[in-house]
């Protein structure tokens, strides 16, 4: 519920909706990039003009819409921005009021060891660890859910320990990507995905094969 999310937060990153209004929080696993990204670009080659992933879940998304012709259907994306340059949403608070993956941030650790330092929380999913992304947001103004029950994130990084460790390979180590391995995980980015995300995106149009 969207007022699940406003709960948490100052009121400049509110959403504008009534606290019922029902959404929904948009993952991407690590087996999109072949079962979503590839059939995309195979078969939009001519008219991927941006980022290819943000065009194929926008792609996606607004087929989900078209499966709802009667109702208002919403969609925010995780890189669009409000004139102010804020996020239109914060999608790893989304993530975790929504039960989706869980949120870890400085304030989660009880003997904080960085003193000044900027601490970035970050998302950790129970079954994928940190090789998944949220894409973007579905919300349904005509839909009011009054009822609906609020589920918690799985707490799979449980020790101060790990915490710590897993605050520090993201801030500080982040390229090396060990901070996705946090816990054991069912499921993760094959190595032509890791590849594509390593390469700077001015880069990646190349990989897939798409001329700049």
């Not at 660890?129 to 589920?151: M, N, S, T, Y």
Request: with cysteine.
């Amino acid at each position: 519920k969207v007022g699940w999310y406003n709960a948490v937060l100052q009121p400049a990153f509110h959403l504008p909706y009534p606290d019922d209004t029902l959404a929904f929080v948009i993952l991407s696993t690590p087996s999109m990039f072949d079962k979503a990204l590839k059939p995309f670009v195979n078969k939009e080659r001519l008219k991927i003009i941006r980022d290819p992933v943000d065009q194929c879940v926008s792609h996606h998304l607004s087929r989900v819409k078209e499966k709802f012709p009667d109702l208002r259907v919403d969609v925010m994306f995780d890189y669009e921005m409000l004139p102010s340059r804020k996020p239109k949403f914060l999608a790893q608070t989304a993530a975790h009021v929504a039960g989706a993956a869980y949120y870890y941030q400085r304030k989660d650790v009880k003997l904080d060891p960085w003193g000044k330092k900027k601490i970035f929380g970050v998302c950790i999913h129970p079954k994928y660890g940190g090789w998944f992304a949220i894409r973007g947001l579905l919300l349904f103004p005509d839909i009011q859910v009054p009822f609906l029950e609020q589920p918690a994130p799985v707490d799979c990084v449980s020790t101060e320990e790990k915490r710590i460790e897993l605050l520090e390979q993201f801030n500080f180590h982040w390229q090396d990507g060990r901070y996705r391995d946090i816990i054991e995980v069912k499921e993760r980015y094959s190595e032509e995905q890791k590849a594509y995300f390593a390469t700077p995106p001015a880069e990646r149009f190349r990989l897939l094969g798409l001329s700049q």
